[in-house]
């Protein structure tokens, strides 16, 4: 009995039990991201004219939505932090042996990174102009004017919802393909480990910055890389989360191979 709780104070026990939190936070992080964009949104937009109906679901659903999201987005990144520090007693110990020249290495990287683009969206942007969207709710609902700047708040929010979810199938086969794909190789020379920075570097830097407004369309719907999020219902989101991740397996076969 003493063993068995002592293995679960150990570094090993410490480690699963992180790991365990981590899946947990993080099924609930991205199943609610996955609700808001293939159910809340289509759905949203489907009351038309139904302002106050809107406003209620708004006010009543999506609070109670984003309060589990945002937080689950804390506790998924936290417990990552957690696990690193818990591989061999230390944080460097879970980038040692040649962390940064293996494709294992290599993928849970990007994985890492694609994972903390998507926290900070949901902070710095996503709940930022969610804040605007319920406070004009709950106002227009106890009988106030509506808030004129509320629509652009959620449509930044939207925005940066979407590419979140664009990048959630390549960030989530990036942490699988880590542990289990078997053909990621070992000290990679530096002409492959450059060459497949850059390239997801600029891939995901003009994503983000379409998702925030910065290019020269800024977030006029289906106007240039807006359409990659837009067009009718769904689809243009779920095809461009699947040419991403494609593009992201290719990029590994080509590169995280010995």
């Keep these: 009995m003493l063993a068995a709780v002592d293995g679960i104070f150990s570094t090993l026990g410490r480690e699963q039990f992180f790991r365990w939190l981590h899946i947990l936070s993080g099924i609930t992080w991205i199943g609610l991201l996955y609700f808001f964009n293939l159910v809340q949104v289509p759905g949203y937009a489907a009351f038309g004219d139904e302002a106050r109906a809107r406003n209620i679901a708004i006010d009543k659903v999506t609070r109670r939505a984003l309060w589990w999201f945002r937080w689950a987005a804390v506790s998924t990144v936290v417990m990552g932090i957690l696990i690193t520090a818990s591989v061999k007693d230390s944080f460097s110990g879970y980038f040692s042996d040649g962390f940064g020249k293996s494709g294992k290495g290599l993928a849970i990287s990007l994985g890492m990174l694609l994972a903390l683009i998507m926290f900070l969206n949901v902070w710095g942007v996503i709940w930022r102009n969610q804040k605007v969207v319920l406070a004009n709710a709950a106002n227009v609902l106890a009988g106030g004017e509506p808030n004129p700047d509320a629509p652009a708040a959620g449509r930044r929010a939207v925005m940066a919802s979407r590419v979140n979810f664009i990048f959630s199938f390549a960030m989530l086969y990036l942490m699988v393909a880590a542990a289990h794909v078997v053909y ?64 992201i397996v290719v990029l590994c076969e080509l590169f995280l191979t010995s």
Excluded at 217 to 243: E, F, M, Q, Y
Aim: without cysteine.
């Design 184 to 247: 990621l190789g070992n000290d990679l020379s530096g002409s492959k480990v450059g060459p497949f920075w850059l390239i997801v570097l600029i891939l995901i830097g003009v994503l983000e910055a379409n998702a925030l407004g910065l290019m020269p369309w800024k977030t006029t719907p289906n106007k240039g890389l807006n359409v990659l999020s837009d067009g009718p219902g769904v689809r243009n989101p779920i095809l461009s989360a699947v040419g991403f991740f494609v593009i």
